[in-house]
């Protein structure tokens, strides 16, 4: 439950929560600075359907030492495992995490589970369908050029299209396009019904404000 000293929700939406907990929990607690370090690096990025973080929409810190703060993100985290379970967080693991191996985890799972849906057999090239849905978007570097984040953001999109997938595994891309179509439009039905869920959670527990039903 959100502090006493915190007299206004902490986070503004479900996906600014999941956001932030995420790459506080799951940073260093030691390294001094992390907290800002990882605020700041939300702000530069979108992960999904996760909202962007400006400066101007900062969530509520007030009365929160640092300590306090990580405290808080770690319980969110904890609520992703307490409030869902089996493919609906393994969605959130998959969207928002930042530990390569738990989201590796959340993937392979969401593969094993619905690869009997696919019309492509080959496992490993129904693995890549899915990793090319949740891969991480690029992000510029400090002082990087236009030109040189393009053709970053160029070679990650070449990494995970279907194109790349045929050529290494020998699977037809239309039958690639149709099998990750139909898993991503799965995966955000499911990714939806389970910000929906924890939502509602967070609202109760007072880390998101109440619904303005107006």
């Given at each position: 439950?959100?502090?006493?000293?915190?007299?206004?929700?902490?986070?503004r939406s479900?996906?600014?929560?999941?956001s932030?907990?995420?790459?506080?929990?799951?940073?260093?607690?030691?390294?001094?600075?992390?907290?800002?370090?990882?605020?700041k690096?939300?702000?530069?990025?979108?992960?999904?359907?996760?909202?962007?973080?400006?400066?101007d929409?900062?969530l509520?810190?007030?009365?929160?030492?640092?300590?306090?703060?990580?405290?808080?993100c770690?319980?969110?985290?904890?609520?992703?495992?307490?409030?869902?379970?089996?493919?609906?967080?393994d969605?959130?693991?998959?969207?928002?995490?930042?530990t390569?191996?738990?989201?590796?985890?959340?993937?392979?799972?969401?593969?094993?589970?619905?690869?009997?849906l696919?019309?492509?057999?080959?496992?490993?090239?129904?693995?890549?369908?899915?990793?090319?849905?949740?891969?991480?978007?690029?992000?510029?570097f400090?002082?990087?050029?236009?030109?040189?984040?393009?053709?970053?953001?160029?070679?990650?999109?070449l990494?995970?299209?279907?194109?790349?997938?045929?050529?290494?595994?020998?699977?037809?891309?239309?039958?690639?396009?149709?099998?990750?179509?139909?898993?991503?439009?799965?995966?955000q039905g499911?990714e939806?019904?389970?910000l929906?869920?924890?939502?509602?959670?967070?609202?109760?527990?007072?880390?998101?404000?109440?619904?303005?039903?107006?």
């Amino acid at each position: 439950m959100a502090s006493e000293a915190v007299t206004e929700p902490m986070f503004r939406s479900v996906g600014q929560a999941l956001s932030i907990a995420f790459s506080v929990a799951e940073s260093p607690a030691s390294v001094k600075g992390t907290t800002d370090r990882a605020l700041k690096d939300l702000a530069e990025r979108r992960y999904g359907a996760a909202p962007r973080i400006d400066a101007d929409r900062a969530l509520n810190r007030d009365g929160l030492k640092d300590n306090e703060f990580r405290a808080q993100c770690v319980l969110v985290v904890r609520m992703v495992d307490d409030r869902l379970a089996g493919h609906a967080r393994d969605t959130i693991i998959a969207r928002y995490s930042k530990t390569v191996v738990k989201r590796a985890y959340a993937v392979r799972n969401l593969r094993d589970h619905f690869a009997s849906l696919c019309n492509t057999q080959h496992r490993d090239a129904i693995l890549a369908l899915c990793w090319a849905i949740y891969a991480p978007s690029v992000t510029a570097f400090p002082n990087e050029s236009v030109q040189d984040f393009n053709a970053r953001r160029k070679r990650r999109e070449l990494e995970w299209s279907t194109r790349s997938i045929e050529k290494e595994y020998g699977v037809g891309r239309s039958v690639l396009r149709r099998d990750q179509g139909m898993l991503r439009e799965l995966f955000q039905g499911i990714e939806t019904r389970a910000l929906e869920t924890l939502e509602t959670a967070f609202i109760a527990a007072g880390l998101l404000p109440m619904p303005d039903n107006d």
